[in-house]
């Protein structure tokens, strides 16, 4: 599952407004695979991180 979604492309998209950089990962070959990435992406995103060297916050997304 991690080689997939490291191998899986996806959107960048700033918001300077909101100070986030969202990341809308594409869609995974199984609706399972696709299921773990949306609970990965609520975990990661509870987390807070903030991109190095920036004020933006990361905010994953799936896009299924």
Do not use: Q
């Not at 997939?4 to 990341?23: A, G, M, Y």
């Not at 990361?58 to 896009?63: F, G, N, T, V």
């Amino acid at each position: 599952l991690a080689k997939s979604i490291i191998k899986t492309p996806c959107d960048l998209k700033v918001n300077h407004e909101d100070n986030t950089l969202n990341i809308t990962l594409h869609t995974l070959a199984t609706p399972r695979d696709n299921d773990a990435v949306k609970k990965i992406c609520h975990w990661v995103n509870e987390s807070n991180t903030v991109f190095p060297g920036t004020n933006l916050r990361l905010i994953y997304k799936s896009a299924t």
